[in-house]
Every structure is written in structure tokens, then in C-alpha cells.
């Protein structure tokens, strides 16, 4: 098993900036990439961006050259620097990690309000 702990999230105006922390315990070794998804109301949830272990990363169209992804192995972290935010980028952000097996693990979420 995998857990996940975010944090981060918060009010915030448009244009404005918030930075999401993500926290992976337990059998760490096994995971490959690591990213954060989103979901606003009614939406499904949408990847935002994906970082595998060796360092590639995967963004969602709208937020390219707005957020980045990072990852520290050694503290089994990932972030996501997010700027110039918009109010469709409102929504609740999960971390989530995916195993070499393929097998998904989730965090709670961690809220993002962005007001306009």
C-alpha cells in the first residue's frame, strides 16, 4: 500500500500563485509516476500533470507554462508550482501515484478556490 498526503491548497485571486505538496509512505519503492489530478463539480477528474521516476513529465494542455511539476525521490515528495491561476482552475486536487504494476493510489484532496 501507498499513502498519499497533500497540502497546499487554499484561497488565492486570480493571477495569483499556489505551490501543492504531495507525501508518499509506505511501499514507495514501487512507484513509477507520480502527478496530480483535479476535479471542479460536475467534471470528471482530469489529469493535471504526471512525473515518472527517471524525470518525464506530462501536463495537461491549459495549464502548460502556468504550472510545473517536480519531484524529490529522496523525500518521496512531488509539487506542482502553480501560477498566473485562473478561475477554471478551481477545483479539488488529488495526488496520486501509480506502481510499476499499474496499480493507482490516491490522496484525499486538498481544495484550490481562485477567485476572480
Known amino acids: 500500500q501507498v499513502q498519499l498526503v497533500e497540502s497546499g491548497g487554499g484561497l488565492v485571486q486570480a493571477g495569483g500563485s499556489l505551490r501543492l505538496s504531495c507525501t508518499a509512505s509506505?511501499?514507495?519503492?514501487?512507484?513509477?509516476?507520480m502527478g496530480w489530478y483535479r476535479q471542479a463539480p460536475g467534471n470528471q477528474r482530469e489529469l493535471v500533470a504526471v512525473?515518472?521516476?527517471?524525470?518525464?513529465?506530462n501536463y495537461e494542455d491549459s495549464v502548460k507554462g502556468r504550472f510545473t511539476i517536480s519531484r524529490d525521490n529522496n523525500k518521496n515528495m512531488v509539487y506542482l508550482q502553480m501560477n498566473s491561476l485562473k478561475p477554471e482552475d478551481a477545483a479539488v486536487y488529488y495526488c496520486?501515484?501509480?506502481?510499476?504494476?499499474?496499480?493507482?493510489?490516491w490522496g484525499t484532496g486538498t481544495l484550490v478556490t481562485v477567485s476572480s
Open positions: 496520486n501515484a501509480r506502481t510499476w504494476g499499474m496499480i493507482n493510489f
Open positions: 512525473i515518472t521516476k527517471d524525470g518525464n513529465i
Open positions: 509506505g511501499r514507495i519503492f514501487n512507484i513509477n509516476v
